[in-house]
């Protein structure tokens, strides 16, 4: 079983539609957990961080994380076709100790069609 | 502006070559880290660095090797001894601490011929 799994897609949503991409981590002492968007050929940046049971959103994007059943999701709203690229979802697990290692799953390819 | 920058952005080497890539940061993070990544894959850790003079290696430094003379470069060094060195190689950087998110820099794509 991989540490951090997502399902590699293609997912494809149609303009204005809400887009949910989903991670599965296996180490349920797990503390900090990241979604990064990555266009092609380019590095990733940051789009939410969460670290407690919940929702939090920002703007478009709400990031979702049910430690009990340990997933995290990441929900866009109003999909748009610049939201075509490929999101990873990164976990900083109890392995990790004060290191700060973060492990990345392999990725969900967005596509949105206009 | 601050952030982090990778040179050079893209970099070709033949084999038996050793190659050196650069990371900078001015965000003052007292963290520094290298990954790489291959097509269709997830990113893995090769080395990370919390303070000056101090760096561990990742789950793939078999063929890198690392240097932190200072807390703002945290340069890469891709050896002969590296079977598969063709990847994308991205360097973050974070500060010390329990919400420590990582930032990327802008990667370097090398290309082995």
């Known amino acids: 079983q991989k540490e951090v799994e997502q399902n590699s897609g293609p997912l494809s949503v149609p303009e204005g539609a809400i887009a949910s991409l989903n991670c599965t981590y296996s180490?349920?002492?797990?503390?900090?957990f990241f979604w990064y968007r990555q266009y092609s050929g380019k590095s990733p940046e940051l789009i939410m961080s969460?670290?407690?049971?919940g929702d939090k959103e920002d703007g478009r994007f709400t990031a979702q994380l049910n430690k009990a059943s340990q997933y995290v999701s990441l929900l866009i709203r109003d999909s748009q076709p610049s939201d075509s690229a490929t999101y990873l979802c990164?976990?900083?697990?109890?392995?990790?100790?004060?290191?700060?290692?973060?492990?990345f799953g392999q990725g969900t390819t967005l596509q949105v069609k206009p | 502006d601050g952030g982090i920058t990778q040179s050079p952005k893209y970099l070709f080497r033949k084999e038996g070559q050793n190659v050196t890539l650069s990371c900078e940061q001015n965000?003052?993070?007292?963290?520094m880290y290298w990954y790489r990544q291959d097509p269709g894959q997830g990113l893995r850790l090769i080395y990370y660095?919390?303070?000056?003079?101090?760096?561990q290696k990742g789950d793939i430094a078999e063929g890198y090797s690392v240097s932190r003379e200072k807390k703002e470069s945290f340069p890469l060094t891709v050896t002969s001894a590296q079977k598969n060195p063709t990847a994308f190689y991205l360097c973050?950087?974070?500060?010390?601490?329990?919400?420590?998110?990582?930032?990327f820099g802008p990667g370097t794509r090398l290309t082995v011929l």
């Open positions: 660095s919390q303070i000056v003079n101090d760096f």
């Open positions: 973050a950087s974070s500060i010390w601490g329990p919400t420590d998110t990582q930032y």
């Open positions: 990164a976990v900083k697990n109890r392995g990790s100790g004060n290191t700060g290692k973060l492990i």
């Open positions: 965000l003052n993070h007292d963290a």
């Open positions: 969460i670290y407690s049971n």
């Open positions: 180490d349920r002492g797990s503390q900090s």
